[in-house]
Nanobody, 124 residues
Framework: QVQLVESGGGLVQAGGSLRLSCAAS????????MGWFRQAPGKEREFVVA????????YYADSVKGRFTISRDNAKNTVNLQMNNLKPEDTAVYYC?????????????????WGQGTQVTVSS
């Protein structure tokens, strides 16, 4: 049974930082690319960042480039999202997701498994 569990969300002031983690079980790290998506109230879920299984490639939404960094530790089967210089518009529920695909990682429909989400709130 595949399970993705996010942690690390919370409330932070604008300009602050948070580090999200996603612990995966039931999936072989070498078989899955991982991504983070977010959904703000009243908005559709949007792509944030993704990383291939080998960490050879990463993909970032323009809105987070230079502020967010994704990394993964396949030995621990975890994926981390370091978020710096947070802005109020980053407020959303952040979801971790896994896919067997190695391409088109920005499309939520291409992901096979999802976590339950963790809330990130950035105050101005």
């Amino acid at each position: 049974q595949v399970q993705l569990v996010e942690s690390g969300g919370g409330l932070v002031q604008a300009g602050g930082s948070l580090r999200l983690s996603c612990a995966a079980s039931g999936v072989a790290p070498s078989s899955y690319a991982m991504g983070w998506f977010r959904q703000a109230p009243g908005k559709e879920r949007e792509f944030v960042v993704a990383i291939t299984w080998s960490s050879a490639r990463t993909y970032y939404a323009d809105s987070v480039k230079g502020r967010f960094t994704i990394s993964r530790d396949n030995a621990k089967n975890t994926v981390n999202l370091q978020m710096n210089n947070l802005k109020p518009e980053d407020t959303a529920v952040y979801y971790c997701a896994a896919t067997r695909r190695g391409y088109e990682l920005g499309l939520s429909g291409n992901y096979d498994y999802w976590g339950q989400g963790t809330q990130v709130t950035v105050s101005s």
